[in-house]
């Protein structure tokens, strides 16, 4: 499904990473019910592994576009989030409420690594 790269690309030493960058377009009248929305995934991805570097809402520029940035040690450690996360109450109440929010017309998503030296 995903090149085999991904999973074992070195970063800090013995470490590997993939880094899913998340862009939003958003109903630019609903930006507030999406942050809301961002603010309780930071936590989620946190206890289930990964490190979230965070939401970027609009700000200047275009008012529909957001994007966010989280880290796992491996793609097989997002596949596993990813599986994790049907089954997680949690995730599936912030998924409901997006439900009824409507804040995100659409979504992309990547994989990247990051480069630091």
Not at 45 to 71: D, Q
Request: aromatic share 16%; with cysteine; proline share 7%.
């Amino acid at each position: 499904m995903y090149p085999a790269l991904f999973a074992a690309i070195p970063y800090g030493g013995d470490k590997a990473v993939v880094t899913c960058y998340v862009k939003y377009m958003l109903d630019s009248y609903k930006v507030p019910e999406f942050e809301t929305y961002a603010k309780r995934w930071i936590p989620i991805v946190t206890r289930m592994g990964g490190t979230h570097h965070g939401y970027f809402l609009p700000h200047e520029g275009a008012s529909n576009a957001a994007y966010a940035l989280f880290s796992f040690p491996s793609l097989a450690d997002y596949e596993d989030y990813r599986k994790r996360m049907a089954d997680d109450p949690e995730c599936q109440e912030v998924f409901e409420m997006e439900v009824r929010n409507r804040s995100i017309i659409s979504y992309e998503r990547s994989f990247m690594r990051p480069v630091l030296e």
